[in-house]
């Protein structure tokens, strides 16, 4: 244990770079101890100056983002010279990015916020995966980019938007002994389904959560190792008869489930 | 113009961060110059070696993420051996990060992946958000954490499922003349509501491109500027007589504008 530490994150564009960072270094150390502070558009001399005398003020140490290299360079000798601790995300890669391609950097602060083609193919794979959540849609399997199919539980739904968010048009459909699938599945077009499963006694436990969460019984047959294993049986079935791959989502973040799908695609 | 180059993104986990930081900076370039390898999950002296002949073969930068201070000496010093320009993303952060809280980091790859409490948090808020997408539903409003009303294309659903990604359980309700919202909506409860607001011109050119992109008539009343003002004043005098903060999201990129809801809750 200790005493609480501050970290100033700043940048020239919103900071998600460098908060990205931070976080990944944090999350190694006693992440309560530690607090982050962020500064967006910071673009001036002045504006850089304050949060040095601030930072001073506070002990806290500064993580930073700036495009510029005048800029980098003054905040980072101002910094100094009140002994904060200063960490140039940007700077090192920058300038061998320069190095390596031979061409200079357009200077040009969020320049991956802009709104491009990109960014509205994002837009509309977001709103196509929210839209073909949890159906039992043939048109969502014409229209996707990938198909998830798996049990109540899988994962489906918070691995689309995931997806979505990296501009896939995610589908997902849900797996039910009682409920067919469309035929179109089988048919698997352009190879985009992909199966998900999962550890019985760990579905058994996030089912009973969701029971719990819910206020429902937790007798429920939804829960039941009996009823989860008949579940995964069929899902198996359908799986094997697609013949797509599939893939354990048991102890696995999003992040992760997310990798292994874009492999596939 | 010139040739492509070649930048390794390595890591012990899945290279997330390391991938954030490449995209930041090159983004400055001529990133159809700049092709990303990812290698995930490295955890062995022998795999960094022969990452690094690759990378000497293709004659390819490396900026890599390695928790473990022995292997990113290793992999640095090995690096450089061969020439190859070695950008150490975690390095620099985690040894000051040590020295500033006065402990040791726990050195386990990945710790940001964990199942956690926050982990099922996040995947809650998307389901919820999911669930509640467009939705004139006084349930969401009751639910969730953040609820943004707006006309159509307003950006209400990426900005949700945004925020959703980062656990916020959002809702959002179209605005519409015709259709009345939810009485609840006007007491506002826990200050949660959040008015969406576009420039006219900008929202006439987008809903075009919607009516294009439906396969509809571009004569639609939907689109015209005359019922786009309607709506615009229709939701203007809702989010007055709420008395709730409206953010203008013309020429926003979704984290720009998720940024400022962020700032109001």
């Known amino acids: 244990m200790g005493d609480k530490k501050t970290v100033y994150v700043v940048s020239d564009s919103l900071g998600e770079t460098a908060n990205s960072v931070v976080d990944a270094a944090a999350s190694q150390f ?3 101890r530690i607090e982050t502070v962020k500064f967006s558009h910071v673009k001036t001399v002045r504006e850089l100056k304050n949060i040095v005398l601030k930072a001073a003020d506070k002990d806290a140490m500064i993580v930073y983002t700036l495009i510029n ?4 360079k003054e905040f980072y000798t101002f910094g100094r010279e009140r002994d904060i601790i200063m960490i140039d995300v940007m700077g090192p890669i920058m300038e061998k990015m320069e ?6 950097p357009v200077l040009q602060p969020g320049i991956r916020h802009q709104l491009d083609q990109n960014y509205f193919k994002r837009v509309e794979a977001m709103e196509f995966t929210v839209k073909y959540d949890d159906r039992n849609d043939k048109k ?17 739904t918070p691995l689309c938007i995931y997806l979505s968010y990296r501009g896939h048009k995610a589908a997902n459909i849900p797996l039910v002994p009682e409920v067919d699938v469309p035929k179109l599945l089988y048919e698997n077009p352009e190879n985009k389904v992909i199966g998900l499963t999962i550890d019985p006694l760990l579905l058994n436990e996030i089912r009973l959560e969701r029971l719990k969460a819910l206020g429902l019984s937790q007798d429920s047959q939804y829960a039941s190792i009996k009823r989860i294993n008949e579940e995964l049986d069929y899902a198996d079935q359908i799986m094997k008869k697609i013949g797509c791959p599939v893939i354990n989502v048991t102890n696995k973040s999003i992040e992760e489930s997310a990798n292994e799908v874009q492999e596939y695609f």
Do not use: H
């Not at 014409?142 to 109540?152: K, P, Y």
């Open 99 to 104: 190095n390596l391609l031979n061409s200079k």
């Open 30 to 32: 006693d992440t309560d």
């Open 140 to 156: 969502g399997i014409e229209l996707a980019d990938v198909v998830l199919i798996g049990v109540s539980r899988t994962s489906k």
């Open 69 to 72: 290299p005048e800029l980098r």
